[in-house]
């Protein structure tokens, strides 16, 4: 059965007419997204041939997703803008909160019990508003939504930034802060730059040794972590038609690594395969109906370059297994150079951990692929060198592997089966040794390999690769085996090889689950408590932040000039720090401590202008809160790139950190921090970072007549008595103006609902 199954037949009711209108009004043919951003055009937004990349625009989503680590600071949010139930249908997961250390069964018990408070709290509010809640252990947030919600045509955002994952069933799904998924949950509008279209032709077949996974690992490789940056990147071609539907989503999942808003797919047989083996034949009948509204026009597909702002094609029948990393998810290897690549830059070989699974890839067909190199690896003698550990995505699959025996093939050759939850994917891996910081080579097939992302050593190299080469890799302990050429030396001292990996797209006899780990909200939860602790340690309810002072921001202080990579993991750390995503005043304390100091070189060490001396980030900037005075940061490029966390914004708010000044900024961290009543600020001229000095004074001007598309100044003033004025851009509209001057545009959605 179907979940919302009136919502989506409504969708579909309306997607036609809505199309066609836009198609009149433009003049053209049109992409598929283009058709499921007119469809869904909020009602009070007027249609128009929007500006790709410029125009600001409100839509209305279908649903919306949380899961755990995020959903607490939606929901605390949520909570002061006074309605009864979610507008829309909107869901909770818990999945963050679960450490993987022995097995699934011990470490989801130890969650439970560690994590009781928060998972309370999530239950109760989501029983109070009307939102579906789904346990610890029932997955991963973006599998079951795959699972369940995701719908041909459809729109929705999540709270995270792979929510993405849900354009291989051909949805617009974006990732973004709590704020936003609170904004649309109280009925309002939700606004979007409309987006620049990048069109990926795939042509050929996958085969062999080569996976989906690969697809978006080139694809990472030609546009780099930046290159998708307020873009929608939608595949098309008969490559495309050919694939899985769970394929799709890990294409559409990594599209987050390469900044893209989302990726999306066109509805096809692939999609009605799977729609039907999740229980919603319904949902595939009725996207059935409409299939021409779910693909691009014919003309789009013969003449891409006309239509989309970049086209980039692939020849999947050439192309090779790769491997992405170290640190970054976009420098990417074909297996077939990896030889070179590690001698050249000195890279551990010796894999210690192969890991599968996470949101990015724990399908049926990832498992019962890499099955399929165990199996092999039991028959041919061969044991792993390398630890080797599973994280599936859901109980549904978890269930299923198991029941189709593939868990004891797992079992024989020594593998650690962690529970159903993100897991060593978020840090929440307790690596025996990862605290002597040594460095070392481990290979998974999740999405992001930033420095100390999965065991919090900054020396272990993560490297990405499908689950097949993955496990490939972990049998031979060596990333520089080749698994297409190469041969490994077993048991009986024999030589002998992998035959290609084989897999299922669906299991042959359906899925099955006992307890998927969905609880249904109550009718009416209007007489159902949420408790919080006053004194609790890991949630604290909100205080609305301070309105602007109406005046320009005069005598701020440097607080750090971040150097080169500055991701969300660097800004708000995530695996040990989790705990505290219900609590800004605690989690503050992890306030930039993997920035780089561009002046020393260091981490979470930063000169305090008051008394001279270095200290942590996050204390010398109470000790500029606690003196009443403001600060600033300065960034490079793509500054908080990766995750959705608007503890990322929020942090600097709640500490008294009043700009954000860098060379550019990743999409969502940009909205978050405008959300929060922050100033996110551009260098006009980029090698005006070279500018910033490390004991600078420094005023903000312009605030005052503060408009869209007109910059502000800084006055930089340094130690030396000098000066320099610099110009540096903003991307604030009137609305997002109104946000800064309420100090969050909480203050605005809280008066909109009380008035
Ligand atoms: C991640 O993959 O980094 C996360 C953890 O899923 C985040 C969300 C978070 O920080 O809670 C994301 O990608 O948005
Ligand atoms: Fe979880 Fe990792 Fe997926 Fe983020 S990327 S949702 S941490 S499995």
Redesign the pocket.
């Known amino acids: 059965m179907a979940f919302d199954i009136d919502m989506i037949k409504k969708v579909y009711a309306e997607m036609p007419a809505k199309v066609d209108n836009a198609r009149k009004a433009l003049g053209r043919p049109l992409t598929l997204s283009e058709k499921i951003l007119f469809a869904h055009l909020h009602a009070d937004q007027a249609l128009s041939n929007f500006e790709r990349g410029n125009s600001y625009v409100d839509f209305a989503p279908d649903r919306v997703a949380m899961?755990d680590?995020?959903a607490q600071m939606a929901l605390l949010q949520f909570m002061q803008a006074g309605r009864k139930q979610a507008a829309v249908p909107s869901t909770v997961h818990c999945d963050?909160l679960i450490t993987a250390k022995d097995e699934a069964k011990k470490d989801l018990e130890v969650a439970n019990a560690e994590s009781k408070e928060v998972y309370d709290f999530l239950a109760s509010v989501s029983n109070k508003y009307g939102i579906g809640f789904w346990k610890p252990g029932a997955g991963i947030i973006h599998q079951v939504v795959l699972e369940n919600y995701a719908f041909p045509g459809g729109m929705m955002i999540g709270?995270?930034?792979?929510t993405v994952n849900a354009g291989g069933l051909g949805m617009i799904a974006v990732?973004v802060g709590g704020a936003d998924a609170c904004d649309v949950m109280a009925g309002l509008p939700w606004e979007l730059k409309w987006p620049k279209l990048i069109g990926v032709k795939l042509t050929g077949k996958l085969s062999g040794w080569t996976a989906p996974k690969d697809v978006i690992l080139k694809v990472a490789g030609i546009l780099t972590v930046k290159g998708g940056t307020g873009a929608i990147v939608e595949y098309f071609g008969e490559g495309a038609v050919a694939m899985s539907c769970t394929g799709k989503g890990t294409i559409c999942n990594m599209g987050?690594e390469i900044g893209a808003t989302t990726s999306t797919f066109g509805y096809d047989d692939s999609m009605s395969r799977y729609l039907k083996a999740t229980g919603r034949e319904e949902v595939a009948n009725l996207a059935d109906g409409i299939r021409a509204y779910l693909n691009a026009d014919a003309e789009v597909y013969e003449s891409p370059e006309k239509y989309f702002d970049q086209v980039i094609e692939i020849n999947l029948s050439e192309l090779e297994p790769h491997l992405n990393g170290p640190f970054t998810p976009d420098l990417a290897t074909p297996i077939s150079k990896m030889k070179e690549a590690a001698a050249a830059n000195g890279w551990p070989t010796k894999v210690e951990v192969g890991l599968i699974g996470s949101?990015t890839n724990s399908s049926y067909e990832d498992i019962s692929r890499a099955v399929s190199l165990a199996r092999q690896a039991a028959e041919k003698g061969l044991k792993p060198k390398a630890e080797y550990t599973i994280t599936p995505g859901s109980e549904q699959v978890r269930y299923t592997i198991e029941r189709d025996g593939f868990l004891e093939v797992f079992d024989k050759i020594g593998a650690t089966v962690f529970a159903n939850a993100?897991g060593p994917?978020?840090g929440m891996w307790d690596r025996v040794g990862a605290e002597k910081q040594e460095r070392n080579t481990i290979v998974h097939s999740f999405?992001?390999n930033f420095a100390k992302?999965a065991d919090g050593n900054p020396n272990t190299m993560a490297f990405v690769a499908s689950p097949e080469l993955v496990t490939a890799l972990a049998i031979a302990g060596d990333l520089t085996f080749n698994p297409l050429t190469d041969t490994l030396t077993n048991e009986n001292g024999e030589q002998v090889k992998f035959d290609e990996p084989t897999g299922m797209e669906l299991p042959p006899r359906g899925f099955a689950v006992e307890d998927a780990g969905y609880q249904a909200p109550a009718e009416d939860g209007s007489n159902v408590n949420v408790q919080v602790e006053p004194t609790s340690k890991r949630l604290q309810l909100l205080d609305p932040f301070a309105a602007w002072e109406g005046t320009d921001l005069k005598g701020l202080k440097l607080l750090i000039k971040a150097k080169g990579k500055c991701t969300?993991?660097h800004i708000?750390m995530?695996g040990p720090w989790?705990k505290f995503?219900g609590h800004l005043d605690n989690i503050s304390n992890n306030m930039l401590i993997g920035a780089v100091n561009f002046f020393n070189e260091k981490t979470d060490n930063v000169k305090n202008q008051l008394t001279g001396e270095y200290g942590p980030v996050p204390a010398t900037q109470r000790a500029y809160k606690a003196a009443g005075i403001g600060s600033i940061v300065v960034g490079d490029e793509n500054y908080g790139e990766?995750?959705?966390?608007e503890?990322a914004a929020m942090e600097p708010r709640h500490l008294g950190v009043r700009a954000i000044l860098v060379k550019s900024f990743a999409r969502?961290h940009e909205t978050n921090l405008k959300k929060q009543g922050m100033l996110a600020l551009t260098f006009n001229d980029k090698s005006d970072y070279d500018k910033i000095q490390e004991d600078d004074v420094i005023n903000i001007e312009g605030l005052t007549s503060f408009a869209p598309e007109t910059p502000l100044t800084i006055v930089l003033q340094h130690k030396d008595g000098s000066e320099d004025k610099i110009v540096v851009n903003h991307t604030y509209n009137a609305q997002q103006i109104e946000w800064f001057k309420a100090g969050g545009a909480l203050n605005i959605i809280r008066k909109q609902v009380a008035g």
């Open positions: 899961q680590a995020t963050h709270t995270d930034s792979h990732g987050a949101c993100c994917c978020i999405n992001r992302r969300t993991d708000s995530a989790l995503r990766g995750s959705s966390r503890h969502i």
